[in-house]
């Protein structure tokens, strides 16, 4: 019933914006460290942003300066803007975090993904 659930990928010119959100729902006792990563065609998957529960982030040397990732503490939601689009950064991003989540009278810990958003950047 936990699940993490995107939005916001699209189409957008070089030189573009977007801003991809990330809800996390469910029967969550605590969240973590959230993240994005992406997977382009024929490539692996890799991390792009990620904001710890404390509020620190790390980015990709590919994306500092243009992406910005932030999160919401009392929605369970993590955001990535993105400025300056290139095309090398078309690829299906994913959401990603780290939580704890009650199982009927006890809590475990689970790193959970979403179902992931496609983002084109193309003119």
């Known amino acids: 019933q936990v699940q993490l659930v995107e939005s916001g990928g699209g189409l957008v010119q070089p030189g573009g914006s977007l801003r991809l959100s990330c809800a996390a729902s469910?029967?969550?006792?605590?969240?973590?460290?959230m993240g994005w990563y992406r997977q382009a065609p024929g490539k692996q998957r890799e991390m792009v942003a990620v904001?710890?529960?404390?509020?620190?982030?790390n980015y990709a040397d590919s994306v500092k300066g243009r992406f910005t990732i932030s999160r919401d503490y009392a929605k369970n939601t993590v955001d990535l803007q993105m400025n300056s689009l290139k095309p090398e950064d078309t690829a299906v991003y994913y959401c990603?975090?780290?939580?704890?989540?009650?199982?009927?009278?006890?809590?475990?810990?689970?790193?959970?993904w979403g179902q992931g958003t496609q983002v084109t950047v193309s003119s």
């Open positions: 990603n975090a780290d939580l704890r989540v009650r199982i009927t009278t006890t809590t475990t810990t689970m790193n959970l």
């Open positions: 469910g029967s969550i006792f605590s969240l973590y460290a």
């Open positions: 904001i710890a529960s404390g509020g620190t982030t």
